[in-house]
């Protein structure tokens, strides 16, 4: 049996490693479009050795595509709230064979071993040459949150596989590690809700009420240079976050503050942009936070210094003379 099961394994390794390439693509291009993050996606081709172990495990007698998770693909999203997004893409994408909800089952299962097990293959309307090979190789989907998969892990490194495997003297320290896991998946996703919320009740207040009279963090900023500045392009979080740090560093802690030198240097700047546009592909024009840095630049010389440590500022004088 092991070398007819070997020269099966051999012949069909390319299709299993098209198959998984292929539904990773299915996968990332349709996650791209729901804007869904995911921590991480793993994917694997079991090895000849452990492929064996299993069929004799599950006595498979015929051939090796009885075992139906030779490749797994398998999703670590951020919230549990995305779980569900992510099953109706699984269902909607491939045709589902099986499912195994360790998540919401009626079977109590201990937080450790949670997750969404799907059995699919490809879906027949995928035809030509490409898919030839691969339409009928079935293959798994798992679906975990990060929480889950760092306590999978971690019992998996102390070969737990299951909670029968735990000692009978080390059951109450486990299970107790596992809880906060699972308060921790918990409070993840309430904070995520909450946060949501309260950008919502930013972008009331700051897009259609304009108070700016908010404290600086980097979900009021967000919304306000995209109220702000509607027609220039939106810079990215992670540049959003370090003008935060570099504005409360010099004493700009309320949104009026910095609303007001904007406008006060709003055709200088202008002017500065005219004659010294940024090169990029946008026109010529600087984004959202080049548009701030610029300006506090111009007006405001703590701020400049934070900037451009050591320079006496000549390269601006001539737009600080025009404010002044």
């Not at 492929?51 to 004799?56: N, P, Q, R, T, Y």
């Not at 809700?193 to 700051?206: A, P, T, W």
């Not at 503050?257 to 904007?262: P, S, Y």
């Amino acid at each position: 049996m092991e070398e007819q099961f070997k020269q099966q394994y051999d012949s069909l390794l390319y299709n299993f490693n098209c198959l998984k390439d292929e539904a990773l693509y299915i996968i990332n291009n349709t996650l791209l479009k729901s804007l869904i993050k995911l921590n991480k996606i793993d994917s694997r081709i079991k090895t000849f050795d452990s492929l064996l172990e299993k069929a004799e495990r599950k006595e498979v007698k015929n051939s090796i595509l009885e075992i139906r998770d030779i490749v797994g693909i398998r999703l670590v999203c951020l919230f549990l709230s995305d779980i569900a997004t992510i099953k109706d893409i699984i269902h909607r994408e491939f045709i589902v064979l099986e499912e195994d909800d360790k998540i919401n089952g009626n079977v109590k299962y201990e937080f450790g071993y949670m997750s969404l097990h799907y059995i699919v293959k490809i879906k027949d309307s995928y035809t030509g040459p490409r898919y030839d090979g691969i339409k009928d190789i079935v293959f798994e989907v798992q679906i975990r949150t990060m929480a889950m998969d760092a306590w999978a892990n971690i019992s998996h490194y102390l070969d737990y596989k299951t909670e029968k495997d735990v000692p009978e003297e080390l059951k109450r320290d486990f299970y107790a590690l596992s809880g906060l896991f699972y308060v921790a998946d918990k409070h993840f996703e309430m904070f995520y809700k909450s946060r949501e919320s309260n950008i919502e009740q930013i972008e009331e207040s700051i897009g259609q009420k304009k108070n700016y009279h908010q404290s600086i963090n980097i979900d009021t900023l967000t919304t306000y240079l995209h109220t702000k500045m509607e027609d220039r392009e939106r810079s990215t979080s992670s540049a959003i976050s370090e003008l935060v740090n570099e504005l409360i560093s010099v004493g700009y802690e309320k949104l009026d503050q910095l609303d007001e030198v904007l406008d006060k240097t709003y055709n200088v700047f202008l002017l500065y942009e005219k004659e010294r546009p940024p090169h990029t592909e946008k026109g010529g024009k600087f984004a959202e936070v080049g548009v701030v840095r610029v300006s506090l630049e111009i007006a405001d010389e703590n701020f400049y210094q934070i900037r451009n440590e050591g320079s006496d500022g000549s390269s601006i004088s001539k737009y600080r003379e025009m404010l002044n």
